[in-house]
């Protein structure tokens, strides 16, 4: 008579975050184009025209219920045709979790404001707005947060001069401040920082004196 053995099958754990992106997505059908988990973190990928479903069924859901709103941000991509991230934080103290949804868009595509359900996002849909160039369609009151009025340009897109295009000072004959054009000092000099001892793939300036 000879023993058998049983073999049991190892149980496989879903992490508790890929079980809500799943739900996120099987809930908001074409809402969500997709969900990923990375490095702790959830992250929904959602369509743009869909953004106040999305951010409604978070907060209200009983299975996520992200009561609590962080920021609004963005990401510049030039290379894209819809070139910016718009990405919202949101925090669940309920499941003491943290999720991330984004949206693409361009200059000329507003994103609808989510103030309506986050009276928070008011201030960080309009420095998104300021430093990007981001449009929020249904904003009480999208202008400028962080640059002057006057300011010329988003200064975090990448195509924004490093100079900026005028530079400010306050003018003690004028008793007001002034917008002149940049003027440099010294043209700008580009570093590569690579090591010496190392080895670079061109002459290092004094080593063309150097004997072989």
């Given at each position: 008579?000879?023993?058998?053995?049983?073999?049991?099958?190892?149980?496989?754990?879903?992490?508790?975050?890929?079980?809500?992106?799943?739900?996120?997505?099987?809930?908001?059908?074409?809402?969500?184009?997709?969900?990923?988990?990375?490095?702790?973190?959830?992250?929904?990928?959602?369509?743009?025209?869909?953004?106040?479903?999305?951010?409604?069924?978070?907060?209200?859901?009983?299975?996520?219920?992200?009561?609590?709103?962080?920021?609004?941000?963005?990401?510049?991509y030039p290379e894209r045709e819809f070139r910016f991230d718009v990405?919202?934080?949101?925090?669940?103290?309920?499941?003491?979790?943290?999720?991330?949804?984004?949206?693409?868009?361009?200059?000329?595509?507003?994103?609808?404001?989510?103030?309506?359900?986050?009276?928070?996002?008011?201030?960080?849909?309009?420095?998104?707005?300021?430093?990007?160039?981001?449009?929020?369609?249904?904003?009480?009151?999208?202008?400028?947060?962080?640059?002057?009025?006057?300011?010329?340009?988003?200064?975090?897109?990448?195509?924004?001069?490093?100079?900026?295009?005028?530079?400010?000072?306050?003018?003690?004959?004028?008793?007001?401040?002034?917008?002149?054009?940049?003027?440099?000092?010294?043209?700008?000099?580009?570093?590569?920082?690579?090591?010496?001892?190392?080895?670079?793939?061109?002459?290092?300036?004094?080593?063309?004196?150097?004997?072989?």
């Open positions: 008579m000879t023993d058998t053995v049983e073999t049991v099958e190892p149980v496989i754990q879903v992490h508790p975050l890929v079980a809500l992106g799943e739900h996120i997505a099987a809930s908001l059908g074409e809402a969500v184009t997709g969900f990923e988990f990375a490095y702790g973190d959830l992250t929904i990928n959602a369509q743009r025209e869909s953004i106040l479903e999305v951010v409604a069924f978070l907060r209200d859901d009983a299975k996520c219920r992200f009561i609590s709103f962080v920021d609004v941000c963005g990401a510049d990405i919202y934080h949101l925090l669940s103290p309920h499941l003491n979790h943290r999720v991330r949804v984004k949206i693409q868009t361009n200059e000329a595509t507003a994103v609808p404001s989510i103030t309506s359900i986050f009276a928070g996002a008011d201030w960080f849909e309009r420095e998104t707005y300021d430093l990007y160039g981001v449009l929020f369609s249904g904003h009480p009151d999208l202008r400028r947060i962080l640059t002057d009025y006057g300011f010329d340009g988003h200064p975090l897109r990448k195509d924004f001069p490093l100079t900026g295009f005028v530079e400010v000072r306050y003018d003690e004959e004028r008793r007001r401040v002034v917008y002149e054009p940049v003027a440099l000092a010294q043209e700008f000099r580009s570093f590569d920082y690579l090591s010496p001892w190392e080895g670079t793939d061109y002459v290092l300036p004094g080593d063309e004196k150097a004997k072989n």
